[in-house]
């Protein structure tokens, strides 16, 4: 199974622009260069903060840029995204019996988890697994099927990173998920997004993949306290198959016009520039 991970689109009404940027030119090139290279894919996934401000006019912008892909969509709630403005524009979009944006997929090569951390009342942008919803996730992690890979899928990190402003707004009760887990089963593979960074490593066992922000990015900045550095890198989806014996993860930018060349070619090899 192949499919395509997005993260933190934060869409604006159409005509708007956020940090100096349109979401919706940055989402409408991935959309066409999926459309394009990945027609075997199985769906894709965007892992929360769909639109900045949770406002009605920016999903509905979203949902007319999304109408363009030809792969089926998961999407996510993350702490910018407001429930009920999303379900007007996305009313097909699953949710379980308490209302919460996520699910249990069953695939034939996978089984996907999506969570919702989404804390509509926080004072900040932290995350929150309620004791509903941790009820779900022990649901999904204890019924999927045990014959394949069990994917999970959250915006915000249960853990610190080291960037310094963004690690005070992840989840805020990390050892009430962990503790789900170890009673229940161990998820293959972690995705989430919120940092806007490509980050990956193993969080008690668990490998992991924070995907790079669609939209504005967060600097890379160890050391800066008080507020969260950003910066206009360019963007890129994730490319994940899961194979018998792997999990593979391709990081592709799809707005890169640069010079394409083979590093065979003794010509291109010794050219100054291109």
């Given at each position: 199974?192949?499919?395509?991970?997005?993260?933190?689109?934060?869409?604006?009404?159409?005509?708007?622009?956020?940090?100096?940027?349109?979401?919706?030119?940055?989402?409408?090139?991935?959309?066409?260069?999926?459309?394009?290279?990945?027609?075997?894919?199985?769906?894709?996934?965007?892992?929360?903060?769909?639109?900045?401000?949770?406002?009605?006019?920016?999903?509905?912008?979203?949902?007319?840029?999304?109408?363009?892909?030809?792969?089926?969509?998961?999407?996510?709630?993350?702490?910018?995204?407001?429930?009920?403005?999303?379900?007007?524009?996305?009313?097909?979009?699953?949710?379980?019996?308490?209302?919460?944006?996520?699910?249990?997929?069953?695939?034939?090569?996978?089984?996907?988890?999506?969570?919702?951390?989404?804390?509509?009342?926080?004072?900040?942008?932290?995350?929150?697994?309620?004791?509903?919803?941790?009820?779900?996730?022990?649901?999904?992690?204890?019924?999927?099927?045990?014959?394949?890979?069990?994917?999970?899928?959250?915006?915000?990190?249960?853990?610190?990173?080291?960037l310094r402003y963004m690690?005070?707004?992840?989840?805020?009760?990390?050892?009430?998920?962990?503790?789900?887990?170890?009673?229940?089963?161990?998820?293959?593979?972690?995705?989430?997004?919120?940092?806007?960074?490509?980050?990956?490593?193993?969080?008690?066992?668990?490998?992991?993949?924070?995907q790079r922000g669609l939209?504005?990015?967060?600097?890379?900045?160890?050391?800066?306290?008080?507020?969260?550095?950003?910066?206009?890198?360019?963007?890129?989806?994730?490319?994940?198959?899961?194979?018998?014996?792997?999990?593979?993860?391709?990081?592709?930018?799809?707005?890169?016009?640069?010079?394409?060349?083979?590093?065979?070619?003794?010509?291109?090899?010794?050219?100054?520039?291109?």
């Amino acid at each position: 199974m192949k499919f395509v991970v997005l993260t933190d689109t934060h869409f604006v009404a159409r005509g708007r622009r956020i940090y100096g940027l349109d979401p919706a030119e940055r989402l409408s090139a991935a959309v066409a260069r999926i459309n394009r290279e990945h027609p075997d894919i199985a769906f894709v996934i965007v892992t929360g903060d769909l639109a900045h401000w949770g406002e009605e006019p920016a999903y509905d912008n979203l949902a007319s840029v999304l109408a363009g892909l030809r792969a089926p969509t998961m999407l996510m709630m993350g702490n910018h995204d407001k429930r009920e403005a999303f379900a007007k524009f996305f009313p097909g979009v699953p949710r379980d019996a308490n209302g919460f944006v996520q699910t249990m997929q069953v695939f034939e090569a996978a089984t996907i988890v999506t969570l919702d951390t989404l804390n509509e009342a926080a004072p900040d942008h932290s995350g929150l697994l309620c004791d509903a919803r941790l009820a779900f996730l022990e649901h999904a992690l204890a019924e999927a099927p045990a014959d394949r890979p069990l994917l999970l899928f959250q915006h915000h990190p249960p853990f610190d990173t080291g960037l310094r402003y963004m690690d005070t707004i992840r989840l805020a009760n990390p050892d009430a998920e962990w503790e789900v887990i170890a009673r229940t089963r161990t998820p293959d593979y972690l995705f989430m997004g919120h940092l806007h960074r490509p980050i990956s490593g193993v969080w008690r066992g668990i490998p992991y993949h924070i995907q790079r922000g669609l939209a504005h990015q967060v600097a890379f900045d160890l050391v800066a306290e008080g507020h969260i550095p950003g910066s206009h890198e360019p963007p890129d989806y994730a490319h994940v198959s899961v194979e018998a014996d792997r999990i593979v993860i391709h990081q592709c930018s799809f707005m890169y016009d640069g010079p394409l060349f083979s590093l065979h070619d003794s010509v291109a090899l010794h050219r100054v520039s291109f």
